[in-house]
């Protein structure tokens, strides 16, 4: 059974960092695209980052967070990262880690995704 458990959300002041973790287990890794999404509350889930193909490492951000995000991968741990820095007020949200296993899917909407965690609070104060 896939599972997905994030960690590592709270709150952080306008232009602080954080690091938000989400270990994936159940299901090899060789193949999975993997992603981070975040909701605010009366908005729709939004596409943050992803991991297209976690072999090679290859990666997408949404336009929003170029630059102050970071996406990365723990091969041995099978931890997915999002290192957030230069947080803003608007970057508050519950963030989601998701992965697929489906070939030749995309990668940067929610319905691509088949396996959710549970999400965590992230809250940038101004």
């Known amino acids: 059974q896939v599972q997905l458990v994030e960690s590592g959300g709270g709150l952080v002041q306008a232009g602080g960092s954080l690091r938000l973790s989400c270990v994936v287990s159940?299901?090899?890794?060789?193949?999975?695209?993997v992603g981070w999404f975040r909701q605010a509350p009366g908005k729709e889930r939004e596409f943050v980052a992803a991991?297209?193909?976690?072999?090679?490492?290859?990666?997408s951000y949404a336009d929003h967070v170029k630059g102050r995000f970071t996406i990365s991968r723990d091969n041995a741990k099978n931890t997915l990262y999002l290192q957030m820095n230069s947080l803003k007020p608007e970057d508050t949200a519950v963030y989601y880690c998701?992965?697929?296993?489906?070939?030749?899917?995309?990668?940067?909407?929610?319905?691509?995704?088949?396996?959710w965690g549970q999400g965590t609070q992230v809250t940038v104060s101004s």
């Open positions: 159940g299901r090899t890794l060789s193949y999975v695209r």
């Open positions: 991991i297209i193909n976690w072999s090679i490492g290859m990666t």
């Open positions: 998701a992965a697929n296993w489906r070939l030749g899917s995309g990668w940067d909407s929610p319905d691509k995704y088949d396996y």
